[in-house]
């Protein structure tokens, strides 16, 4: 297939050899053009920025044919929606490519419904201002991977194509170096490994679980007991295999060993309790959210190649309850 350069320039013009026939245009024009997801590229193609001969073209699932030529109009990179804002940031490390934080508790990573301002987004925007070489034709940063709203810890976050699409692919290859420090409770054993697919909870669309069928994706979380107070509450690392929503909170769950504060997978109080002292058994009934903190965080850098490694320690809250839970 001869193209223009594989950059998103203002137009990309694909002539189709024999070897693509037949695929889906997105498809072929998300490989052909570095920097631009196909979600991005169905969308300029329902805006009427495609061409085949000539003539629009507004369908995603397009067979291409052999000798076919497409031109795809890629607007300038446009302001990003989300206002930017200027937040403080806890910034571990930052080069042209990419940014890595230690996300606090409490900050929602990607506008929505209900929180359009005030996320990690929203931040970074108002930090890295024209840094941002701009992701599938808009100037945004790169989230490829979030944390939960009230999960503290490690975070990359892409600022140029070339680190979007390396640090996206590193994460689907499951090649990332990732662990989290939890309180769960109950008595763990030592080291222990939990396989099961997760899915949405077919009783509350909030909630995922451990499903069976095919509506579930396959997850494995390992899991290592690190220490454990009064047979009632366990330290642990977990290693992710998988990366699923909520993996660490739903296995644990289904598991008997819920995170102590999990508001969503803790449905009522564990009988686990009853075995702490009174001071420990009300600070950890009390804990304002899921004990979990994503603590290491290992990648390849896009650009040098070197490998790069950030380790944080549990913020003050995790802390402080581990010191009650140690007092008595």
């Known amino acids: 297939m001869d193209s223009t350069p594989s950059a998103p320039p203002e137009h990309v013009t694909l002539n189709i050899d024999a070897s693509y026939a037949g695929q889906r245009v997105d498809r072929v024009l998300a490989m052909m053009c570095d920097g631009l997801s196909r979600s991005r590229i169905k969308a300029l193609i329902e805006d009427g920025r495609l061409t085949s001969n000539g003539a629009p073209l507004h369908e995603p699932a397009h067979a291409v044919r052999e000798g076919e030529i497409l031109r795809l109009h890629v607007p300038t990179a446009a302001p990003a929606r989300p206002q930017a804002e200027h937040h403080a940031l806890p910034i571990l490390f930052e080069d042209r490519d990419l940014i890595v934080i230690d996300k606090p508790a409490g900050l929602v990573v990607h506008p929505a419904p209900g929180n359009e301002t005030g996320t990690l987004v929203n931040a970074l925007l108002g930090h890295c201002g024209e840094d941002l070489e701009g992701i599938g034709g808009e100037k945004r940063p790169g989230i490829v991977h979030r944390l939960d709203k009230d999960t503290s810890g490690v975070m990359v976050v892409a600022k140029t194509p070339l680190a979007h699409q390396a640090l996206s692919e590193a994460f689907a290859a499951r090649t990332m170096d990732r662990s989290y420090l939890a309180l769960a409770w109950g008595l763990l054993t030592g080291d222990s490994s939990f396989d099961g697919a997760i899915g949405r909870d077919r009783r509350d669309r909030k909630r995922m679980a451990v499903v069976a069928g095919p509506s579930g ?87 040098t190649g070197e490998t790069m490694l950030f380790e944080t320690p549990m913020p003050k809250d995790m802390q402080d309850l581990l010191a009650v839970l140690r007092a008595d």
Not at 227 to 243: E, I, M
Not at 270 to 277: C, D
């Open 217 to 303: 994706k396959a997850a494995l979380t390992h899991v290592r007991r690190l220490d454990v107070f009064h047979d009632a509450v366990s330290q642990v690392q977990c290693k992710l295999a998988t990366g699923r929503t909520h993996q660490i909170r739903v296995h644990l769950s289904h598991a008997g060993h819920p995170l102590i504060g999990d508001p969503v997978y803790l449905r009522r109080i564990p009988s686990f309790a009853r075995k702490l002292p009174s001071d420990a058994r009300v600070a950890a009934l009390d804990f304002p959210r899921q004990a979990l903190h994503a603590a290491r965080l290992g990648f390849t850098h896009p650009r």
